[in-house]
């Protein structure tokens, strides 16, 4: 990514919904060899008697799948920002094979952090039936709402979809360096004000207690542009007595990236078929989901089982974000600070 003489940034990261749309040049089928390899990889590691999370790449010896990986790697960081593998055949596994080859494609890419408080690094997405509004611990993902535009933890996000919902549930992505070049373009005053502090409620897993943090939306750093974006826990952080309110440019500013998000000119939207792996960039790219409907039956509803990595192939990252429950580890992991020094 590089920024010209006029502000305006370019490079692969820079793409919209309408200069994508009819093209599935980022999607690529897994082939039959390589699902063998996986298939062989499962089979060894459940020999081996041992917690998933203990095993490491080399637990899973997968050559094909980690040359993979690896273009991947390489297009989530210094590409697009993300890419979607299709083809696993997830209903030949059971829940346990499932989590043991998602594990072992997890630690061929990067090293999954926690996701949580309590340190769990292997997230099952599903609809929990508990509500955001009525517990603020509650997070977007263990509900079947809308989830609008935002960003994970770590340097970037794998999902696997072992069953799309009923109905409704759609992908939609958003390239970063895009909403800068628009809003630069519609609104240049409002540049400035997103690269200063907002306030973002960490739904009680911030490892350092914090119940607010507080972060620019737009992060400029060693020439490359990251960003951390929650629409609703910057709502939610209203709630709180200690946070100031939002001004009308902070306003302004979160109302024209949402227009922006929900632009069908600037999101990509895909549906997630059974054994898609979506993997992004959580500083490129924003993703979002459309609410669903599930199944009757719970043994069929919507289920995803999600990784947050640590790349290592990672951009610089601002200091602030050794601050941030979503990037203190991979902050640490870059600068070889123990994970817990900031938050």
């Known amino acids: 990514m590089e920024q010209q003489k006029s502000g305006f940034l370019s490079g692969p990261e820079v793409w919209s919904g309408a200069s994508l749309r009819g093209s599935e040049q980022w999607i690529s089928h897994l082939s039959p060899a390589e699902i063998d390899e996986i298939d062989a990889a499962v089979k060894h590691v459940k020999t081996m008697g041992v917690e998933l999370t203990s095993l490491t790449r080399d637990d899973f ?44 494609l997890s630690v061929h890419l990067g090293e999954p952090q926690e996701q949580d408080r309590a340190g769990n690094r292997l997230h099952s997405v599903t609809n929990t039936g508990l509500r955001v509004e009525k517990n603020n611990s509650v997070r977007s993902y263990q509900t079947d709402d809308e989830l609008t535009f935002h960003n994970d933890g770590g340097d970037a996000f794998m999902l696997l979809c072992l069953r799309p919902a009923k109905s409704g549930g759609i992908s939609k992505l958003v390239s970063v360096a895009h909403l800068y070049n628009e809003v ?12 200063q502090p907002f306030h973002f409620d960490t739904r009680g897993q911030h490892r350092g207690g914090l119940k607010v943090q507080s972060v620019p939306i737009f992060n400029f750093f060693a020439g490359r542009l990251s960003i951390l974006y929650k629409r609703r826990y910057l709502r939610t952080a209203q709630e709180f007595p200690e946070v100031p309110r939002l001004t009308p440019a902070q306003q302004d500013s979160i109302d024209l990236i949402e227009s922006l998000c929900i632009d069908p000119e600037v999101q990509l939207s895909f549906y997630m078929q059974a054994g898609d792996i979506q993997l992004a960039s ?36 601002p200091p602030v974000f050794a601050q941030t429950r979503e990037f203190s580890t991979s902050y640490a992991r870059r600068h070889g600070e123990p994970a817990d020094a900031h938050a």
Do not use: C
């Open 184 to 195: 630069l373009r519609r609104r240049p005053d409002l540049i400035e004000v997103l690269q």
């Open 282 to 317: 959580n500083y490129a790219v924003l993703h979002a989901r459309a609410k669903y409907q599930d199944d009757d039956d719970p043994a069929r509803r919507r289920h995803l089982l999600r990784a947050w990595l640590t790349l290592p192939n990672g951009r610089p990252l």
């Open 61 to 104: 010896p997968m050559p094909l799948m980690a040359r993979r990986l690896d273009a991947v790697r390489n297009d989530l960081e210094g590409g697009r920002g993300f890419a979607l593998l299709r083809g696993l055949p997830v209903e030949r596994y059971s829940l346990e094979d499932s989590r043991i080859l998602f594990w072992g």
